[in-house]
């Protein structure tokens, strides 16, 4: 789901954190991945530094009056999410008391050292943030040193990462995210963590070029506390930020010494809205995961084109003669025996008609009786067997409605990933704000896989749908509940063919 402000308005995030001479950390990085966002950054600045890629030369705190003064100024921004960075041990009081009072979602990036070299690694600033920070954090992002620090646990695997983010979860925080690229003999990708009472998983994604990979932690955090400046969760403003973490090391670039003609290591760099599948990761339950993995084989006919949905092996006899190349069994609150006989005509009735038939949710029946693919809903992948349907050499749909659900639809590997609701809808009631057509085109040019579009489809929407790149239009109630089904959907089949 993307989430559009009004025109020429922007959400604010607010930054606290150091200045960075070099233009490469601190409230300089916030500040540009903010705007790269699509937000407004808002600053508290907690010093000044000198510094360059090879030492900090000075280091100057603000004192607390400072810091009022600036929080001061922004007291009519401050409900907008606070992001903070580089935090003192004289200034942890004061930020504490302020995010109390501004009600504001709080993302905390704990920095005990820098790239520079500069540390503020003292047993009274963590004792501090333990006691005061923590239990106030939203979300805390720390790196496996910074967690190690935080916790006083060594981290070396997996299993330590989870161990971490429970303890920090039980010093207060509501939600850890442990970035996992620190990991001593981690596997060939990087695998962070997300921990909360409500979720937890896993984000996995092939290690790239980090030559130029300064500013990553205060980007991270600017990205998370972005997306839900703009509207979205927690673990989708987790899936964003992951994201554009990921466009950043791509993008990244090196600065040149003037003085020595060499390059040095550069900033991360993040200049939009991610936008691409090469910067989504899979999203798991578990860690042990495989990349490499293979995917579901695509479906045969493509572009896919009129989708029904069809409740029973005669709704779906009514217009298998439209000249639909795909359609899906969706069959709830009957016995066994109907249930296998329905399928097993449906199936029966498609293949005489080379029609691609997707069994909604019966995955076991649908591998018995030989069914072209399955679609699945967030909550049937758990209880699946993924590996059974491969061997079957089944095709697989799945269900999502935003960030996070595209990321875990994404490690299935899936034949085509449904997006919706595009529209509300009348079939069932969905707490996710309808996509719209705007939203639908960001997914289908940013997906690899072939878009189902679905939610509320109408036939005076169905062309502008089609324009917005969905490989398939799922429609429901506008089909059946139609006075001549099979005329309803024969028109639809050569509206779309007239287009495509």
């Known amino acids: 789901m993307i989430h559009s402000p009004a ?8 930054a606290i954190g150091g200045s960075d001479s070099f233009g490469m ?13 699509g937000c407004h950054s808002l600053n508290v600045i907690t010093a000044t530094t000198a510094q360059n890629n090879q030492s900090v030369l000075a280091f ?16 009519c921004m401050k409900n907008w999410p606070i992001k903070s960075g580089l935090i003192l041990p004289e200034h942890i009081l004061w930020l504490a008391q302020w995010v109390k009072q501004s009600h504001s979602l709080y993302i905390c990036d704990p920095i005990f050292t820098t790239t520079s070299g500069l540390s503020i690694k ?22 496996i040193d910074e967690a190690e620090l935080l916790t006083g646990n060594t981290i070396h695997t997996q299993e330590d990462m989870i161990d971490a983010a429970t303890a920090l979860t039980e010093l207060g925080a509501k939600a850890v995210y442990i970035k996992g690229g620190h990991l001593p003999h981690s596997k060939p990708y990087i695998q962070d963590f997300y921990f909360s009472k409500e979720k937890q998983f896993w984000l996995s994604q092939n290690k790239l070029d980090e030559r130029n990979s300064r500013g990553t932690g205060c980007a991270f955090a600017a990205a998370v506390a972005s997306a839900i400046a703009l509207g979205y969760n927690m673990p989708d403003a987790a899936v964003i930020a992951r994201m554009a973490i990921s466009q950043g090391f791509r993008q ?18 993040i200049n939009r809205f991610p936008n691409k599948q090469a910067d989504l990761p899979f999203l798991t339950k578990k860690y042990n995961f495989d990349l490499d993995s293979d995917a579901f084989p695509t479906c045969k006919h493509l572009p896919l084109g009129l989708y029904p949905i069809v409740g029973s092996f005669s709704e779906l006899e009514q217009i298998i003669n439209s ?7 969706r069959i709830k609150d009957v016995n066994q025996e109907e249930l296998e006989n329905e399928i097993n005509r449906a199936v029966n009735l498609a293949q005489n008609y080379q029609c691609q038939l997707f069994i909604n949710d019966h995955w076991q029946l649908a591998i018995k009786y030989g069914a072209y693919g ?24 799945i269900s999502t409605h935003c960030h996070y659900e595209v990321a875990r639809a994404h490690s299935f590997k899936p034949s085509y990933i449904a997006c919706g609701p595009v529209f509300p809808t009348q079939t069932k009631i969905m707490p996710w704000t309808p996509l719209k057509p705007e939203g639908l085109n960001y997914w289908t040019k940013l997906l690899h896989y072939p878009v189902v579009a679905i939610g509320g489809i109408k036939k005076n929407q169905l062309q502008n749908i089609q324009k917005q790149g969905a490989s398939g239009i799922a429609m429901i109630t506008a089909i059946s509940q139609s006075e001549n089904p099979l005329h309803t959907a024969t028109q639809f089949v050569e509206l779309l063919n007239d287009h495509v």
Do not use: F, W
């Open 374 to 397: 399955v679609h699945l809903g967030q909550e049937d992948l758990e209880s699946a067997d993924i590996q059974a349907l491969k061997n079957a050499g089944l095709r697989l749909g």
């Open 252 to 269: 990244g670039y090196a600065i040149k010494n003037q003085s020595t003609g060499e390059l040095e290591k550069g900033p991360v760099l």
């Open 60 to 75: 100057h705190p603000v004192d607390e009056n400072t810091l009022q003064t600036q929080a001061q100024s922004l007291s």
């Open 25 to 37: 950390s601190g409230i300089q990085m916030d500040n540009q991945v903010i705007r790269a966002m």
């Open 323 to 329: 000249g639909i190349k795909i359609a899906q069994l």
């Open 7 to 14: 025109l020429n308005t922007k959400p604010s995030v607010i």
């Open 122 to 143: 003292t047993n009274q600033h963590l004792q501090l943030l333990k006691k005061h920070i923590l239990p106030l954090c939203d979300l805390i992002t720390p790196n």
